[in-house]
């Protein structure tokens, strides 16, 4: 992969040296390292200039990414994706139930790791696969990719500062409030690796908003639209559990498979910048098949 990015200096950004510069735009270090160890990896009109270089107003300093070395370990092996967006820069994908996001150990190359590491070699391009959100391995929807360091390291700054904002669906079990929330600090159950529970005494802090879209009377089950002011492991399933409405199909919080076979959890909406352009964006994927039971009546439409 190869990305080159050209700046034109303004008579505002004039003065600064480039590391800088650089950092006010969202480098990190490790990137600015990086950039240092590339040949003409930074040039002012086709001459190469170091981090300490002072910029001069009309001057264009160009920057040249280079990744050659695809992810190790990560085995590439076609898989049918939905990828509903790819520019230079990001792809976001529409995953599948049953799909975890990284290799682990029992997943070496049923992940949607492997699924991209193919689509690229592919194209013949090395790729480092960096997923910016994360999901279940069974819940479905909307996932962002980075495509290089530089886009990976600004969306990471927006999670952690809460500008990239995720809508969910969820079916849970009987009718709830038509708007609510929960504020309830979640912690890992004692003794398990990946079982969670709302524990005040240990847990971190977590908040879930909810509106209720609609109720369906024949399997008492409500849609739910959620988002979330936290984004801690299996925070609305344990939420939702902890109010009196688990997420049915759900195997760890409520295994009740009469209407789905996973929990029926949808990740339906992204709001947010590009990462380089800063260009408004917003995504959506509609839900799954197996989410519609809840629906009512079935051809209820999703604001």
């Known amino acids: 992969m190869k990305k080159i990015i050209c700046y034109n200096i303004t008579e505002k950004q004039a003065g600064k040296s480039v590391e800088l510069f650089l950092k006010s735009l969202g480098y990190s270090k490790n990137i600015i390292v990086h950039l240092r160890n590339t040949p003409m990896g930074l040039t002012v009109s086709g001459d190469l200039v170091y981090t ?26 076609p898989m049918k994706l939905s990828i509903v967006y790819e520019d230079e820069d990001i792809l976001v994908v529409n995953k599948q139930a049953g ?3 990284h290799p682990s150990q029992g997943n070496f190359s049923n992940t949607l790791a492997n699924g991209l590491a193919w689509y690229f070699q592919e194209k013949g391009q090395a790729f480092v696969y960096r997923a910016i959100n994360r999901l279940d391995r069974d819940t479905t929807g909307l996932l962002i990719v980075a495509k290089h360091m530089l886009s990976a390291c600004i969306l990471s700054a927006m999670v952690a500062s809460r500008q990239i904002h995720r809508e969910y669906l969820a079916v849970v079990r009987g009718m709830t409030l038509q708007k609510g929330q929960v504020e309830a600090p979640i912690a890992r159950v004692h003794h398990s690796t990946i ?9 971190d802090k977590a908040r ?13 089950c409500s849609l739910l639209s959620l988002h979330l002011e936290s984004g801690r492991t299996h925070q609305i399933r344990v939420h939702m559990k902890a109010i009196g409405h688990p997420l049915p199909g759900d195997f760890l919080y409520n295994p009740d498979y009469h209407y789905i076979r996973r929990q029926a959890l949808h990740s339906h909406r992204l709001k947010f910048s590009h990462p380089l352009t800063g260009e408004k964006m917003c995504f959506t994927a509609p839900i799954p098949e197996d989410m519609k039971f809840a629906l009512s009546p079935p051809d209820f439409e999703i604001p």
Do not use: M
């Not at 079982?195 to 847990?203: F, I």
């Not at 879930?208 to 008492?220: A, E, I, M, S, V």
């Open 52 to 77: 300490t270089y002072i910029l001069k107003a009309g001057q264009k300093l160009t920057v040249t990414l280079i990744e050659e070395q695809s992810s190790h370990n990560i085995v590439p092996v």
């Open 195 to 203: 079982e969670r529970c709302v524990n005040y005494a240990e847990g």
């Open 99 to 101: 799909v975890p996001i």
């Open 208 to 220: 879930t908003f909810y509106k209720r879209l609609c109720y369906n009377p024949d399997c008492r």
